[in-house]
């Protein structure tokens, strides 16, 4: 499996909505293409320690991307700052909802063989 990033929903919501959508091969395979969003880190890892961030990630559920106020950049769950404006992730984030029925900035891409070469 594999996955489209794009800028905005709207840039995913123009290819989908488009007859091209159906039309992509790779390999003599047909590709499938559905709206997803990107997984985070898992909820805590291997090693010792613990930390206070594992601890609060295993009260919280996994991690989950979120959304900048500042310029509605989507962030994977992993940053404490905003990849496009560098404004600090606040402890109230948007979250990124996932729910492959409605639009979202990222496409699964489905039906790629691994490749063997």
Not at 86 to 91: F, G, K, L, V, Y
Request: overall charge negative; hydrophobic content about 35%.
């Amino acid at each position: 499996m594999a996955r489209l990033v794009f800028k905005s929903a709207d840039d995913a919501v123009a290819l989908m909505e488009t007859d091209a959508r159906s039309s992509i091969f790779v390999g003599g395979q047909r590709l499938r293409l559905e709206y997803d969003a990107l997984p985070g880190p898992p909820a805590w890892g291997g090693g010792s320690g613990g930390g206070g961030e594992q601890q609060q990630q295993r009260q919280q559920g996994p991690a989950q991307d979120w959304v900048c106020d500042m310029c509605n950049a989507m962030n994977f769950a992993r940053r404490f700052e905003c990849y496009h404006c560098h404004t600090a992730r606040p402890a109230n984030a948007r979250l990124v909802d996932i729910n492959p029925n409605e639009p979202s900035p990222v496409l699964k891409v489905a039906g790629l063989e691994p490749s063997t070469g």
